[in-house]
């Protein structure tokens, strides 16, 4: 059952209260750091990927906006920092303390919302790999069963300058290629490997991964590297010890079969991300997609991927929040006809503008894509990767109360009051 709160005298549920704190981001008070960074996996470093979990297990990330500012300025190019202006204009309502009887509690402008928790304790950001890499910064525990590798090779696309606006990566690659230097150093098939065994066999923190790159300008696009890193994983982690799914991101190939050696390899599932499915919008927020990949080589290959290996193996990401619910929903439909799962990653604004803003949709706009997929889900038999869910995601968390969601909806209309979800 999805867990109720109240903000300003409003019902939220707890898909709600994630995008609210997901898009404004939190403040976090040294207590909680003190108090929980020796039991628990929570850290004062952004790189580590802190997430809190609802009273209902939703997985919330939890970007603590003091620390994500210090970050920023410490790793942003000059020009960069410019963009900072627009941070200044963020002031969270959320905030994390700790309560008068130890607990962690989420407050909207002081006023207790709810009590929550997070990750049980981890050792993994202390490790470096037998080669000296460190895997903070390399790699993420999201939530309580994730691991994912979220930049395991450089982009071509970026460094050509033509980066997805909202993708802060893109930012970097394309600054370095402005200034001549070269991409800073990606983990190794083994580190990749011995990152995952420590995730999946030693501290058993993950039952699913995620490898994640870049775009590259090969036309049979990153599967050969996804293949080696797959190959290695099994050799040393075994891939049959991942016991959720294992979900790979590529650029479409130009020949959709050279993707068979991926799931040859032992990949689960295959992500060709459109991001934005609005063809204007993706011309300016995805440039380089649009202009080097483009939406057919897109959808030719989600297409035969469902065709040859069945409903649910084809993915998309999104990034929610850039463009209007409805133009969303309509893309994550018409994929959903073809057996292709829309990943829908919310939007966080402050790291890059997109379109000029860094301001994401108030919650009617979330309720309309919790409501409008969990209907796409359940029409057409479409389940999203993950188990819990991930930390800036809502579709695992909307399919896993997809029958909620929507009896939710029915009993609302038939009392003839929408007043929270439309
Ligand atoms: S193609 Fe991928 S890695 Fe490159 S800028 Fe866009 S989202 Fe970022």
């Given at each position: 059952?999805?867990?109720?709160?109240?903000i300003?005298?409003?019902?939220?549920?707890?898909l709600?209260?994630?995008a609210?704190v997901?898009?404004?981001?939190?403040k976090?008070?040294n207590?909680i750091?003190?108090?929980?960074?020796?039991?628990?996996r929570?850290?004062?470093?952004?790189?580590?990927c802190?997430?809190?979990?609802?009273?209902?297990?939703?997985?919330?990330?939890?970007?603590?906006?003091?620390?994500?500012?210090k970050?920023?300025?410490?790793?942003?190019?000059?020009?960069?920092?410019?963009?900072?202006?627009?941070?200044?204009?963020?002031?969270?309502?959320?905030?994390l303390?700790?309560?008068?009887s130890?607990?962690p509690?989420?407050?909207?402008?002081?006023?207790?919302?709810?009590?929550?928790?997070?990750p049980?304790?981890?050792?993994?950001?202390?490790?470096?790999?037998?080669?000296?890499?460190p895997?903070t910064g390399?790699?993420?525990?999201?939530?309580?069963?994730?691991?994912?590798?979220?930049?395991?090779?450089?982009?071509?696309?970026?460094?050509?300058?033509?980066?997805c606006?909202?993708?802060?990566?893109?930012?970097?690659f394309?600054?370095?290629?402005?200034?001549?230097?070269?991409?800073?150093?990606?983990p190794t098939?083994?580190?990749v490997?011995?990152?995952?065994?420590?995730?999946?066999?030693?501290?058993?923190?993950?039952?699913?991964?995620?490898?994640t790159?870049?775009?590259?300008?090969?036309p049979?696009?990153e599967?050969?590297?996804?293949?080696?890193?797959?190959?290695?994983i099994?050799?040393?982690a075994?891939?049959?010890?991942?016991?959720?799914?294992?979900?790979?991101?590529?650029?479409?190939p130009?020949?959709?079969?050279?993707?068979?050696?991926?799931?040859?390899?032992?990949?689960?599932?295959i992500?060709?991300s459109?991001?934005?499915?609005?063809e204007e919008?993706a011309k300016?927020?995805t440039p380089?997609?649009?202009?080097?990949?483009?939406?057919?080589?897109?959808?030719?290959?989600?297409?035969?991927?469902s065709?040859?290996?069945?409903?649910?193996?084809a993915?998309?990401?999104?990034?929610?929040?850039?463009?209007?619910?409805?133009s969303?929903?309509?893309?994550?439909e018409?994929?959903?006809?073809?057996?292709?799962v829309?990943?829908a990653s919310?939007?966080i604004?402050?790291?890059?503008?997109?379109m000029?803003?860094?301001?994401?949709?108030?919650?009617?706009?979330?309720?309309?894509?919790?409501?409008?997929?969990?209907?796409?889900y359940m029409?057409?038999?479409?389940?999203?990767?993950g188990?819990?869910g991930f930390?800036?995601?809502?579709c695992?968390?909307t399919?896993?109360?997809?029958?909620?969601?929507?009896?939710?909806?029915?009993?609302?209309?038939?009392?003839?009051?929408?007043?929270?979800l439309?």
């Open positions: 059952m999805l867990s109720r709160f109240r300003n005298g409003e019902e939220v549920d707890s709600d209260l994630k609210m997901v898009t404004k981001g939190i976090v008070s207590k750091y003190e108090k929980f960074r020796k039991t628990h929570i850290c004062p470093d952004p790189l580590t802190n997430c809190l979990i609802l009273p209902d297990e939703t997985v919330v990330q939890m970007t603590d906006v003091a620390l994500h500012l970050y920023l300025k410490s790793a942003m190019s000059l020009e960069s920092l410019k963009q900072l202006k627009y941070f200044f204009q963020m002031n969270s309502p959320f905030k303390e700790v309560s008068n130890g607990r509690i989420l407050l909207h402008n002081g006023e207790k919302i709810t009590e929550v928790e997070f049980s304790k981890s050792h993994f950001y202390e490790q470096v790999t037998s080669s000296g890499l895997y390399n790699a993420v525990l999201q939530g309580v069963d994730v691991l994912s590798f979220q930049c395991l090779w450089a982009c071509d696309y970026a460094r050509a300058g033509y980066p606006q909202f993708c802060y990566s893109g930012g970097v394309e600054q370095l290629a402005r200034k001549n230097k070269p991409n800073p150093p990606v098939t083994r580190d490997a011995e990152i995952t065994d420590y995730a999946v066999n030693k501290e058993k923190a993950a039952k699913y991964l995620q490898l790159g870049g775009s590259t300008m090969d049979q696009a599967c050969r590297i996804i293949k080696s890193y797959l190959d290695e099994d050799s040393v075994g891939l049959k010890n991942i016991r959720g799914e294992v979900l790979v991101y590529t650029t479409p130009t020949d959709p079969k050279v993707v068979d050696q991926v799931f040859e390899a032992g990949a689960d599932r992500a060709c459109l991001e934005v499915w609005d919008l300016a927020i380089g997609k649009s202009k080097f990949t483009g939406r057919k080589r897109h959808l030719d290959c989600l297409k035969y991927i065709k040859e290996y069945g409903p649910n193996k993915c998309s990401s999104f990034v929610v929040g850039v463009e209007p619910a409805e969303f929903l309509k893309g994550a018409y994929l959903a006809t073809e057996g292709i829309a990943i919310v939007w604004p402050f790291g890059r503008p997109v000029g803003k860094m301001q994401a949709p108030g919650l009617e706009y979330y309720r309309k894509v919790k409501v409008g997929l969990a209907d796409i029409k057409y038999g479409i389940e999203p990767p188990g819990v930390n800036v995601c809502l695992r968390d399919w896993n109360h997809r029958s909620e969601i929507l009896g939710e909806h029915v009993q609302e209309n038939c009392c003839g009051s929408e007043k929270n439309e």
